[in-house]
């Protein structure tokens, strides 16, 4: 009689297979999972840039005079910007107003007078020259609180 020929794995065998299958998948693992937190950190950050511009323009479009009157000495908060039919949080898609209100995004914009270094003597007194800048801060969960700041220079228009 001829010895029967067995076909098939070791349990020693399996086991390095399993072993090595571990060794290779982990670290996938972990790359994808960082590729997501990376994903969301963007998503955040382009978030804020739009919120930005968008609320840069919205003011910088305005004069020195009626920065001076809007803003006051305090800045202005997203309460306050809130009544802007043009800065309204309910512009946006409903999955984005719904991750500025998960992530905590807060507006704020200030506007105040910087002397001009290039202007001395008696023609200092009467240009004006204002400093206007727009925040936006946002808490993502798990993570720290992030900040992405616009300033643009804004000049009196003067006859």
């Avoid at 999972?33 to 479009?61: C, F, K, N, P, W």
């Avoid at 306050?80 to 704020?108: G, Q």
Wanted: aromatic share 6%; net charge positive; proline share 6%.
């Amino acid at each position: 009689m001829k010895p029967v020929q067995r076909s098939g794995f070791s349990f020693v065998e399996i086991m390095m297979v399993v072993f090595m299958l571990c060794i290779c998948v982990l670290p996938l693992m972990g790359y994808i999972q960082s590729g997501t937190r990376q994903t969301a950190h963007t998503q955040d950050r382009s978030l804020a840039m739009t919120l930005v511009g968008q609320t840069m323009e919205r003011y910088r479009a305005l004069g020195y005079d009626e920065l001076t009157t809007l803003c006051g000495t305090s800045p202005l908060t997203d309460a306050e910007m809130a009544t802007d039919p043009m800065l309204k949080m309910d512009n946006f898609p409903i999955e984005l107003k719904k991750r500025m209100e998960s992530d905590n995004y807060k507006r704020s914009v200030t506007f105040k007078d910087v002397p001009d270094p290039r202007i001395t003597g008696a023609a200092a007194a009467t240009a004006r020259v204002g400093l206007l800048t727009v925040t936006v801060e946002w808490k993502p969960n798990n993570l720290p609180a992030a900040k992405m700041t616009l300033c643009k220079i804004i000049t009196s228009r003067q006859p």
